[in-house]
């Protein structure tokens, strides 16, 4: 191949690149673009946070075969990718048709709101059997109710979002609402603790399965043993 032929295929693949450039940089392109970018990075984002945690609990919680543990752990590192990555696309796509049928062509304040309740139900809302949108719901749950704890003893108008309005004041009181938030966490993680011990305790068929397992393992199997091979290098 000569030189020639090289310098005219290295010129072509540059214009390429050129276009699409400007296309990507295109304003009149960036609602479609962002939807995209949006299902790639959950996409990106759920194979990153699920196929460790996937990979760790198969091979040291579940019997059976490599092929078959290999197989559970893509089928539960794709259902994570999939579901971040099509609520990406719910969630954007109805914040774009919200805004653009919003009498001032911009964002309201409820329209996250709005968006987020029909990419829950689209998405999560009809998967209750399937383990991996139970694990992403009450993950989320639980943020929920943490942000919504700071809220209720965050003053009003102190919000890292301009035109959020901050806290909602709920404890007026300075010195009340400084105790609370100084006492509030190791309240909350002594509660939870106590909660979720006693439910598994008593109503284990409630709890999620891969918790239900990984709190047998520790505080049931614990309590077996009948040599010193597996009292320390093995559990059974």
Not at 127 to 145: D, G, W
Request: aromatic share 12%.
């Amino acid at each position: 191949m000569s030189r020639r032929t090289l310098a005219c295929g290295a010129w072509s693949g540059n214009r390429q690149d050129a276009a699409l450039e400007r296309i990507v940089l295109d304003p009149r392109y960036h609602d479609i673009l962002a939807l995209v970018k949006g299902i790639r990075n959950g996409i990106v984002y759920g194979t990153k946070v699920r196929f460790p945690h996937a990979l760790v609990m198969m091979f040291l919680f579940r019997s059976g075969s490599f092929r078959s543990k290999c197989w559970l752990i893509f089928k539960a590192t794709r259902q994570h990718a999939r579901n971040l990555g099509l609520f990406a696309l719910v969630y954007k796509s109805s914040m774009i048709f919200l805004r653009h049928t919003s009498p001032t062509s911009k964002e309201r304040h409820y329209d996250s709101f709005m968006a987020g309740l029909l990419g829950g139900y689209v998405v999560f809302g009809r998967t209750i059997h399937n383990s991996v949108s139970q694990q992403i719901v009450i993950y989320v749950f639980a943020r929920v109710c943490l942000a919504l704890a700071k809220l209720a003893v965050q003053p009003r108008g102190h919000g890292a979002v301009e035109g959020g309005g901050g806290g909602w004041g709920l404890i007026g009181n300075e010195e009340l609402s400084r105790e609370i938030m100084r006492n509030g966490w190791p309240v909350f993680a002594s509660v939870s603790w106590a909660m979720v011990m006693y439910v598994f305790r008593w109503h284990p068929e409630t709890l999620q399965s891969s918790l239900r397992s990984s709190m047998h393992y520790i505080y049931v199997q614990s309590d077996h043993w009948d040599s010193l091979r597996n009292f320390i290098w093995h559990n059974k």
